[in-house]
C-alpha cells in the first residue's frame, strides 16, 4: 500500500478508457451522475525514542520531526439507467518530510478504483476492473479481510481501527460475481497473474457465503493467493447496546518472518519464514458497546499463532544488540542486518496476543466535538500504544482532529522498538 | 410483608388495567394498527426525511434522508428498512440498514458494512431506531389506559412496552387523536422508569390516500433547549426485493 503501484496504476487507467468506451456506448439519454471530493490536510510532529533496539540512541537512522501528507481523493459514480454504473477513484498525494537542515517533498497519484458494475439480472451482480474487495467483521483485526486485515503502516496509530485503513487501499484488478438470494449472497471474485514492472501479482479466487438466520450473520470464505485461507466470521447482535463479533482463518504459512542467528559471519543473522506446510489459526473476537448517553466501547482480542514466541522474541532482540558478538565489533555489518531488519520485520503485528480498546463519545461539550481514547496492548510483553484523538466536526463539510500517541514499553518489548516516543497529528478534512 | 404488598400491589393493578381495556369499545391493539397505518402506509415504501438538531432554538445540525421501508404490518423477521444519507456532505452515501432488528452501516469511504447497536446515535436527540422504526406494533404491547382531552381533541392515552430489549425504548406513553388515529405525543422512557425524550406530531398532510405526519419533534427531557425536528416527505410506493436488505448490498445502492 505504501509502494508506488505503477503497475496498477497503468492498468487501472487502462481498465478506465475501457469503460468510457463502454459507456459511451450506452445510453446517454440516462447518464446519471454523483460526485465526491476529499481534500485532507495531515501535519505529524514526532519526538525519537532514544532507547528504541532499532535505532539506538535515535543515531543510527534518521527519524523525521515532522512531516506533512496533503491528500486529494477524488470519487466520480456514473450510472447508465438501472442497471449499470461506473465507478472512479483516485488519490493524489504530496507529501513534504524533514530531513535535517532540509526538506524532502514528494507527490504520488493512483487509481484507486475504477470498475463497472453490471446488473446481469435482478439478483446477478457483476463487476469488472479496479476495485477494493474488503471484508471482515470485526473492528481493529479483520482476519477474513484477506487483502490487507492488519495496518502495514504503524506511522498513524490513531487510526489502527482498520476502517479508515481500508480507505487507502489500492483495489486489484478482478472479475467479481454477485448472487444476492433472500437468506444471503455469494461472492466469487476472480484476479489475473500480473506481471510488469517491479509487481508480480499473483492471481487469486475469493469465494464467500454470507447468511443470515435471525441476528446471526455468518461468513463462510475461501481464499487463494499464493497460499490457501479459509474463513469464518460469525456476528450477533445482543439487546440494543451489545454487538459481539468472532472471526477465524486457518492459513498455510505466514508472512512473519523471524531471525535466527546464521552459521556465516556475513549475514550472521537469517530471517526465516514460517512454514507453508504448516497449518496455522487467526482468530478475533470483538465486542462493540453503546450506552445510554452514547458512549460507545469496542474492545477485541486479536490471537495469532504465526506471532513470535517469547523464544523468538528473545533471539530478536538479542539480535539487535550492538554488543552482540555476531557483529564481531564490525559496525558494518550490525548496520547490514538493522537495514535487513527494517524491511523484513513488521513491528506491531509480530506478537501473538493483542488487546484494543477504544472509547468514543459523540457530541459532548457542545455539539460537534467528538473525543476518542484508545489502546492496542501487546498481551505476551505488556507493551502499548496509548492515543486520545479529539475531532471537531464544521458545517457538515469540514472535520479537524487532534491526535497524541504514547508508545509506551520497555527496550525489549515489541511497541518499545518503534523508534518514537510520542506522535503529534494534527489533521483537517474538507468535503466538496 | 414487602413481597405481599408487591403481589397485592401487582395484582390489583394488572386488574385495574384489564378492567379498564375491556371498558372501552376499542383495543389498545386495534389503536396501535390504525396509528402504524398513519405512520406509514401497509405496502413497500419510499419517503425523504429531513433532520434538523436545535439548541436553544438555534440549528446546529441538518441531516438528508432518503428512506426505503418494507415488512411495515408484518412481523418483525419482516420488516426491514435502508437510509440513505444525502446531506451533509461529510455523510453523503453513508448507509444505514435495519433488518430483523440488527443495525449495519454502510460508509463509503470504507467500502466495508460495519455492525453497529440500535442506541448508536445517528444526530442529536435521534437515535438510529428513532429513523428506521415506524412500527409500533412490532416493537411494543400496548395498553389501553385512559381517555384524556389535549388541546380541545379527545385522545386515547396508551402505554406501550417493549417487547424485545433490542427495542430503543423500554417504554413509551402515546397520545392518539380519537378522531383519526393521527399520533400526536409519545413520551419515551427508559429501563430506570425516567423520561428520557417526548416526541410531538404535527403537520397531518395527505399522502398515498392517508392523512400522514409531516414533522416529529423530539425533546430531551433533562435539557428542553435540545430539539431535534423531523420533516418527512416525498411518500412512495416501491417495489423492494428482501435481497437489497442485506449488508453486502449496500455497496449497490445508487
Redo the contacts between chains.
Sequence with gaps: MCKVNNRKLASGSQILILFLLFAAESAFANL?Y?Y?F?FNEEFTYQWVNKKSLLNPGGNLFYVPKYFNRSIL?T?I?F?FGEKS?LTFRDNLIGQIREKGTFTKRSTRNYVKEAYL?Y?VS??Y?LNVGKE?I????C?AFTPT?YFQYFTRDISNLNDIDN??K??SREGEVLLKN?L???W??I?FAYGPEFEIGDFDDKQFYLIRL?S?I??L?SELSFFHRQRNNIGLGL?Y???????L?WENILTRGSDIKTIEESDNFIPPFNFLERSNDKIFIESAASF?????D?L?IIGEYFYKQTGYTNKEWDSTFDSLDPSNPKFAGNSLIYLSHMISVLHNLEVGQLGKHYFYLRAVK??VFV??LEPEIFCLTNLQDGSTIVGSKIKY?F?????FSITFNYFVGEKRSEFGLIPREYDLIAEC?F?? | MLGRAFLLTLVLSNGFSFVSDKSYAISAEEIIERVDDVRGPGKPFELNLEIG?F?EDKE???MKLEISIKGKGQTL?EFKSLSKTT???????TILLY?????WIY??????P????????LI?QVAN?DVIGVNFADDYDSELVSEEVLDGKRCYVLELRAK?????YHRVKLWVDKSNFHPLITEHY?FSGRL?KTGYYRSFVESLGKERPKELEIVDAINSTLRTKMFYSNYQLKKL???MF????LQ?I?
Excluded: C
Aim: hydrophobic share 20%; net charge positive; proline share 4%.
Design positions: 446519471d454523483s465526491r476529499e481523493d470519487e459514480k450510472s454504473s458494475s446488473w435482478k439478483g451482480a477494493n474488503t471484508g471482515g467483521l473492528y479481510d476502517q479508515e481500508k480507505n454477485e444476492f438470494f433472500d444471503g449472497n461472492m454470507v443470515y435471525g441476528s450473520a456476528s447482535s445482543l439487546g440494543r447496546s451489545w454487538v463479533q462493540n458497546y453503546t450506552a445510554g452514547g460507545n459523540p457530541d455539539d460537534k466536526s458545517r457538515g463539510r469540514a472535520q478534512n468535503i466538496f | 438538531d439548541k446546529v445540525r441538518r423477521k446531506y451533509p456532505p461529510e455523510n453523503k452515501g433488518s430483523q432488528g440488527d443495525l460508509i463509503p469511504k470504507v467500502r466495508r460495519i455492525r453497529i447497536s440500535p442506541r448508536q446515535r442529536g431506531g424485545r430489549e433490542s427495542v430503543t427508559g428520557i426485493s428482501d435481497r442485506q449488508k453486502d448490498y449497490h445508487r
